[in-house]
């Protein structure tokens, strides 16, 4: 059933039903989202040994399903002008539970799709990306800062065994 869920999505979803669609997702990433918030605020849910898992099991599930709802939201922002006040209101607590997974990959995927998106719709707007991204970091909370910080220092065991990856794949 899992994997005749897009063919089925992709069948039914159309024209004014793909919109409605996206609206049911992006109300259901929004719940889960505004959980995951509330798990790391309350219920201890702040570190890398328990991190938040909103309406899901796995934190990294939780980290990917927020990423494919953020980056819907923002297609929304950015192309359906007539539409923009449902995901303006989500949007905040996507990406601030997407933060808090600490889930880095899921951070890079949201960033490189959004910016994709944004280069699409107005290349102009990438130049505020920089200054976007400072004040995210700055508003963060420490343990997000840190995990970002972490992800690109050399001294971290996890990106030293990468960097000798890339290492022996250029070799080969």
Known sequence: WL???VPVVARFARGRRAVT???VIMALGAAGALVGVIQYAMLGYDHLNERPTGLLTHYMTFAGVLMLVTCAAAARL?????????PAVAMPA???ALALTLTQNAWVGTLVAVGCLVAVRQVKLLLFAPVVLGLAFLVA???VRDRAARGFSPETESNRDRLQML????DM
């Open 3 to 5: 994997f005749l869920m």
């Open 78 to 86: 950015l192309f359906f002008t007539g539409q923009r006040v449902w």
């Open 94 to 96: 996507l990406v601030a």
């Open 167 to 170: 290492a022996m794949g250029a």
């Open 21 to 23: 669609t996206i609206d």
């Open 141 to 143: 909370p420490a343990e």
